[in-house]
């Protein structure tokens, strides 16, 4: 090993730049997780006194019914969501940076889903899916639609994801708008020159340029899909039968809510683990891809 | 140099800006006492500003200060993290104060006087509440609500029809107002927590009250007590809208409003939301006729809002005179009037009008606390109704009550663990 | 930017995209009718539920300022999101460029991007009691509180937004700088920092969607402090027995308004942002 050299000044300069950062991230995100973990070796209520019970939350986590069909649930919802959610705003976000007319109003629509509360979201869904939709199915003998898709414990979760994804598409697709910002016009330009058509203008020059935010939106979208929470909240509460319970959905309700605190700190804990497994495999493949274009 | 400055620049910028936003208002009003009291029904924030303001005006030396939070439950339990304890709370009587109670975090107020008013029949279910006996007394039941039917009078006297005594009745009266072409029943049951209300009707008359602490010390198990409570559940889907699973709490209450069904299978709770809609509809209501036999019918009643002195209050004194305050009768008379409520206190109060169908069960005190104030809440027992009515298979019922038993067991064992060694211990 | 584009309007385009408008559009329409509309007026039948309210008056909008004290509430809301932001602006465009332009060459700056990164995995729940007791502790159980968490909450996704984009930031324009004698503080304060500003507008935007509806962190950390937000005021409109939908929908479109502007303000600066000038120079 080489004797270590002085640091440059650019190092120190970069070196204090980072440790406010990380200083502040440890005190208020790494070290509240640490005291939560600390939770699930107990039955702690949230309140009150509590008891060591070493491993048993975890030994319990696998053998929850109620835990393992929130996975199923919800990866199902954030596969389905993500591949959904990143055709749609990357197809929005292009058309919304063309040479269009009333450019920022049309901006300004599509961003609406995103702002509109959880109470009005949850009122208005509801009212078109147990409602209008049920009466246009009538109207025009559609007979999937005669029924509330949110009543029906098999396609529950499809009325979720379309309002998820509905709400969701509004900020992937600013992010795939600055994104293509950074795409100089030349390349467009000298793509038109050279006589490609709109398609190898998008796959052999905008898409490469537009990779690294294609993977900060895949990790964004899936961690929001994985998280699910407020649409489970404003439109099925976890029903029907309890077929739409997402993993979030189930640490709130029992964990704060309820006095589970201690076992759906393991819960969380399990969760966390497997999102940051997931993102990290995602992160490689993708900046593979980078590379490779 | 450069890079320490970076450092303390952006240190400097969060950190202070942070702590200087947050000049504390703890103000100290000298010799007064203040007690913090916090309830945790903000519908009833419009009474409770008034019992604040009348006793303020009254008292020099004790300054009351109410809140009326809403999320309530969430406000007071971060808040029992920081350790900033209100004086006194206001909390219903259920599965959140029984735990309260077991974490040890009520005073002991048995000599305060005003605990003879209490009617027995709350102070009973109040002591159903404990996990374990416990000496002492630690809340004060101040109302109650219940739950049955709530039918609509002008449409029942247009068509003559009688409010049933009898199960088989209610059943007949169903299948009459259907052949007249109306709706009989309408339900929320998108909102799993509506399933509860005539599953807890349905309990209390066919189920012993203290059926979870006979299962807690394996005296039963609900396979046994709940299976009549299950099979009526079912039945009465058939008098309701298709497909319930749809509509939600607000759906039903506009519906029950809009004259779309006859009766609506709720708490008085929900008379305000319906008025709402149709603020002269004349809604009264009746006790749930779960049994053959009239005089085994018991109305579902249970303790709305209960007064508990935190363990750490520093002047009980004080704490006491509010609760004196509160005690009397003009005070009660007060809340009531605002949310239709019972009192659990002896007195003579003016009831409202849309309990007058109730008004002999509450009189004689023909009634037991709601199942559902015993279930932990992490359980989901309303889930578990809604998924159990959801299932068309023949055998729904036996999954469900096998099911309850199981999960019973699962979500308690601490508790049951503990019960059963405290019993060891009694018989030892 | 040369001239003007190729070709002229691509009209089919605006056509597809304003049809399109009518997902949001309908679910708009519904509340506006039913923020004007009286409880009374509240109707399960489709045809009713969608015709105009009987009367287009104000009344509902006045009430909700009334129940949610308005002007101090969006005071509140105002004040902690624009600091908020500010905050995130500098603090992670800092964080983001000293990750960015080291964590190809040093290990150490790529584990600190993984580390905080991954945090943004964490779900709330897990931190929310301990935060509760750790700001009581610190004595920052008010708005403060609340705006350093929303720094730390953003900061996983805000450091990854600002590392991304400086890939697209050619090292060529610092080293130009410090060339002329800048260090490099001057040379991220002088030529990158304005570089980011698409960056800068995306990321507020961000911070502030996420900060502007949010409910959980006031509520579990600024309860009793007698300061409230939009959003916790607004929970004066539900209860668990009843809830006034037509005074809900009057104030959720008041309190849309300041942050569908803050938007359409921030798209103006991510519009023609850096990279045509940049990559030429």
């Not at chain 1, 979208?221 to 489970?232: A, C, E, G, R, W």
């Not at chain 2, 009291?37 to 009833?44: D, F, I, N, R, T």
Request: proline content about 4%; overall charge negative.
């Amino acid at each position: 090993m080489k004797t270590k050299k002085a640091m440059s000044h650019k190092d120190k300069t970069f070196l204090a730049m980072i440790i406010p950062v990380v200083v502040l991230f440890f005190a208020f995100n790494t070290l509240p997780l640490i005291k939560g973990a600390i939770y699930s070796f107990t039955n702690y209520r949230g309140y009150g006194s509590y008891d060591w019970v070493g491993f048993r939350n975890y030994i319990d986590l696998f053998t929850d019914i109620r835990v393992g069909n929130s996975y199923l649930f919800t990866f199902k919802y954030a596969i389905a969501g993500t591949i959904l959610v990143n055709v749609l705003s990357l197809m929005l976000a292009i058309g919304l940076c063309s040479k269009i007319r009333c450019k920022s109003f049309l901006r300004g629509v599509y961003f609406v889903p995103n702002i509109l509360g959880g109470l009005i979201v949850g009122y208005i869904f509801s009212f078109i899916f147990t409602y209008i939709l049920p009466a246009a199915g009538e109207a025009l003998n559609i007979g999937f639609l005669q029924n509330s898709i949110l009543a029906d414990e098999r396609y529950a979760w499809i009325g979720v994801l379309i309002v998820g994804v509905w709400q969701a598409a509004a900020m992937n697709t600013i992010i795939y708008i600055s994104g293509i910002q950074t795409v100089p016009a030349d390349i467009y330009e000298a793509g038109m020159i050279d006589g490609a058509n709109a398609w190898q203008t998008f796959r052999k020059l905008t898409l490469p340029m537009l990779m690294p935010f294609v993977s900060i939106n895949l990790v964004l979208s899936t961690k929001n899909l994985l998280m699910v929470f407020d649409q489970i909240m404003s439109l099925t509460k976890g029903g029907p039968a309890q077929s739409t319970e997402s993993i979030s959905y189930l640490i709130y309700k029992n964990g704060m809510d309820g006095g589970q605190f201690g076992f759906q700190s393991a819960n969380a804990v399990l969760f966390f683990v497997v999102i940051v497994t997931i993102s990290i495999i995602q992160m490689k493949l993708t900046s593979r891809k980078e590379e490779q274009l | 140099m450069n890079a320490k400055k970076t450092t303390a620049l952006v240190l400097a910028a969060i950190i202070p800006a942070a702590l200087a936003l947050s000049g504390c208002s703890d103000t100290k009003s000298g010799d007064v006492t203040v007690i913090e009291l916090v309830q945790y029904k903000p519908e009833a924030v419009a009474a409770f500003e008034k019992i604040e303001q009348r006793f303020n005006e009254t008292h020099d030396d004790v300054q009351l200060r109410i809140e009326s939070p809403n999320e309530a439950m969430t406000i007071l339990k971060t808040r029992f993290i920081r350790e900033d304890y209100p004086d006194i709370v206001g909390i219903g009587g259920d599965i959140n104060y029984s735990n309260f109670l077991d974490s040890d975090m009520f005073m002991d107020i048995s000599d305060f006087e005003g605990i003879s008013k209490v009617k027995p029949v709350y102070t009973e279910m109040e002591n159903a509440l404990h996990f374990l006996p416990v000496d002492g007394v630690y809340s004060l039941p101040y109302v109650a609500n219940c739950a049955g039917i709530l039918y609509n009078k002008d449409m029942f006297e247009e068509h003559g029809w009688t409010i049933p005594q009898t199960w088989s009745e209610f059943i007949e009266l169903c299948e009459q107002i259907q052949t007249e072409g109306i709706q009989p029943l309408y339900f929320g049951y998108k909102d799993v927590w509506t399933c509860l209300s005539p599953w807890n009707s349905l309990a209390v008359a066919l189920a012993p009250a203290d059926t979870c602490s006979m299962v807690n010390s394996g005296e039963t198990t609900f396979s046994k007590e709940y299976r009549e409570t299950a099979e009526k559940m079912q039945t009465l889907l058939e008098y309701g809208e298709p497909n319930p699973y749809a509509y939600s709490y607000n759906d039903a209450c506009t519906a029950f409003a809009r004259g779309e069904s006859a009766m609506f299978t709720i708490g008085s709770y929900a008379v305000p939301q319906i008025k709402s809609v149709n603020p002269d509809m004349n809604i009264d209501s009746f006790t749930f006729p779960a049994n053959e036999n009239e005089s085994d019918n018991v109305l579902t009643s249970g303790i709305d809002l209960q007064f508990c002195v935190m363990s750490e209050c520093e002047n009980k004194e004080a704490a006491y005179e509010v609760l004196s305050f509160l005690c009397e009768e003009e005070t009660v008379q007060i809340y009531l009037d605002d949310q239709n409520a019972i009192p659990c206190l002896e007195g003579d109060f003016t009831l409202p009008s849309m309990l007058d169908g109730m008004r002999s069960y509450i009189d004689s005190g023909r009634m037991s606390d709601f199942h559902d104030h015993h279930y932990p809440s992490e359980m989901s027992v309303d889930a578990m109704v809604q998924t159990f009515l959801m299932d068309k298979s023949e055998n729904a019922v036996d999954t469900f009550l096998t099911r309850f038993d199981t999960e019973w067991v699962r979500y308690n064992r601490d508790l049951i663990k503990k019960v059963r060694d405290y019993e060891k211990g009694a018989s030892e | 930017m040369k001239k003007k584009g190729v070709k002229g309007t691509n009209w089919v385009l605006t056509v597809i995209l304003l049809i399109c408008c009518l997902t949001v559009f309908f679910p708009l329409y519904m509340t506006v009718i039913i923020a004007f509309k009286q409880p009374s007026e509240m109707t399960n039948n489709v045809a009713g539920a969608l015709a105009f309210p009987s009367s287009w008056s104000f009344s509902n909008f006045a009430e909700a300022m009334e129940v949610t004290d308005f002007w101090h509430s969006l005071g509140n809301s105002l004040l902690i999101t624009v600091i908020a932001i500010a905050g995130a602006i500098i603090l992670h465009s800092i964080g983001g460029y000293a990750i960015g332009r080291n964590m190809t060459k040093k290990k150490g700056y790529r584990w600190i991007y993984y580390y905080i990164v991954s945090g943004m995995f964490v779900p709330f729940a897990i931190l929310m009691m301990p935060l509760v007791k750790q700001t009581a502790q610190l004595g920052i159980a008010n708005r403060a509180g609340v705006i350093l968490l929303y720094i730390v909450f953003y900061m996983p996704i805000n450091i990854m937004l600002y590392t991304g984009y400086l890939k697209n930031i050619p090292l060529a324009m610092e080293e130009a700088a410090e060339i002329d004698g800048a260090t490099t503080w001057v040379a991220f304060k002088k030529v990158i920092f304005p570089m980011m500003k698409p960056m800068h507008a995306t990321v507020a935007v961000l911070t502030a969607l996420g900060t502007w509806n949010d409910v959980m962190t006031p509520l579990v950390i600024m309860s009793g402090t007698g300061q409230t937000t939009l959003p916790l005021a607004q929970l004066n409109f539900q209860t668990q027995f009843g809830t006034n939908y037509n005074l809900a929908f009057a104030s959720y479109l008041l309190a849309l308004i300041p942050i569908l502007i803050f938007y359409v303000v921030c798209q103006k600066q991510i519009i023609g942002g850096i990279a045509n000038g940049a990559v030429k120079g």
